[in-house]
T-cell receptor, first 112, second 114 residues
């Protein structure tokens, strides 16, 4: 089955700096890669996603890149703000397959 | 459109008791999932369903059972609760298939077994 590794497990940045979270996956059949943000005590919520036919996608301060050859994808947050502090999960979903495999999460702390 | 609704929000069980965590979605999604999240940890898949009448095990199914008699409902049953089942349980739904879509999560059920 699919295996998703996520790094780093914790990340502290100064407000205004950029943050990068990286994930690798094992199954070349995976074709959909969502990112979820989970604030303390809340449910995970989708912030951005990318499909395997696209190399990069951007939404305001958030961007995701995908390298299918290397089987890795990354989340980039620019101009970080205190409200970006949360746990971020990457995930990979195989083509036509039912399961979404999550990474282990990255706790991001933005220091004002 | 309420999305994914989970009940109860909190529950305390004694060892050996049983309970059912309820999950309902009103988005007509075919896929539904149960995850557990231990403190400070990631999401582990317990069971999932690709449609009414079809369920399958995830990575941590022991001690749990599910049923999917309708598209809307996907209850999770705990038999003989154990302290190791203390966790936050999230139900999710999605329209998976050829055009994968994101999962929609419920607000979670916080379960403590003592």
């Amino acid at each position: 089955g699919e295996n998703v590794e996520q790094h780093p497990s914790t990340l502290s940045v100064q407000e205004g700096d950029s943050a990068v979270i990286k994930c690798t996956y094992s199954d070349s059949a995976s074709n959909y890669f969502p990112w979820y943000k989970q604030e303390l005590g809340k449910r995970p919520q989708l912030i951005i996603d990318i499909r395997s036919n696209v190399g990069e996608k951007k939404d305001q301060r958030i961007a995701v890149t995908l390298n299918k050859t290397a089987k890795h994808f990354s989340l980039h947050i620019t101009e970080t703000q205190p409200e970006d502090s949360a746990v971020y999960f990457c995930a990979a979903c195989e083509r036509g397959y039912q399961k979404v495999t999550f990474g282990t999460g990255t706790k991001l702390q933005v220091i004002p | 459109n309420a999305g994914v609704t989970q009940t109860p929000k909190f529950r305390i069980l004694k060892i050996g008791q049983s309970m059912t965590l309820q999950c309902a979605q009103d988005m007509n999604h075919n896929y539904m999932y149960w995850y557990r999240q231990d403190p400070g940890m990631g999401l582990k898949l317990i069971y999932y369903s690709v449609g009414a009448g079809i369920t399958d095990k995830g990575e941590v199914p022991n001690g749990y059972n599910v049923s999917r008699s309708t598209t809307e409902d996907f209850p999770l049953r705990l038999e003989l609760a154990a302290p190791s089942q203390t966790s936050v349980y999230f139900c999710a739904s999605g329209e998976q298939g050829r055009n994968n879509s994101p999962l929609h999560f419920g607000n979670g059920t916080r379960l403590t077994v003592t």
